[in-house]
């Protein structure tokens, strides 16, 4: 077998890594699905999904903040790399959202608030089970 398995388990997508080189082509791959998900929804449904007055002009700071979330958290997980979602490595989102959720309004030991935190872990929880959904 090349570089990862991958099968699929219950529904869903789930891959194991065995090298950087795998990792990072999926992750364009997926980077790829996911713009082109975007664009369909663009066009299918520019006013009924209103990404940018919808999301981007209610919450711009906490939005910010959480893209500061995930350098952060990429340089944690994958130093020297370009970003991405290493999701290999970021798993049990439900469980870590609430951890986090525990210690909101206080900061935690990267310096990133707990708060964001719990807003990427609701984000990543909502895109995997959207991804997993027909």
């Not at 077998?1 to 991958?6: K, P, R, V």
């Not at 891959?15 to 990072?24: A, G, P, T």
């Not at 082109?36 to 939005?63: C, H, M, N, Q």
Request: negative net charge; charged residues 30%.
């Amino acid at each position: 077998m090349s570089g990862y398995e991958q099968w699929i388990k219950d529904g869903g997508r789930e891959e194991r890594f065995y090298d950087d080189e795998h990792r990072q082509a999926l992750n364009r791959a997926l980077h790829e699905q996911i713009r082109s998900e975007v664009d369909l929804i663009a066009d299918a449904g520019r006013k009924s999904t209103p990404i940018a007055t919808g999301v981007l002009d209610y919450f711009p700071l906490a939005l910010a903040e959480v893209a500061r979330v995930s350098k952060v958290g990429s340089d944690q997980h994958n130093p020297g790399e370009p970003l991405h979602w290493a999701r290999d490595k970021s798993t049990g989102h439900a469980d870590c959202l609430l951890r986090h959720l525990v210690d909101r309004g206080k900061i935690d030991t990267d310096g990133m608030r707990h708060s964001a935190k719990v807003a990427w872990r609701a984000l990543a929880l909502l895109q995997t089970e959207l991804e997993k959904t027909p």
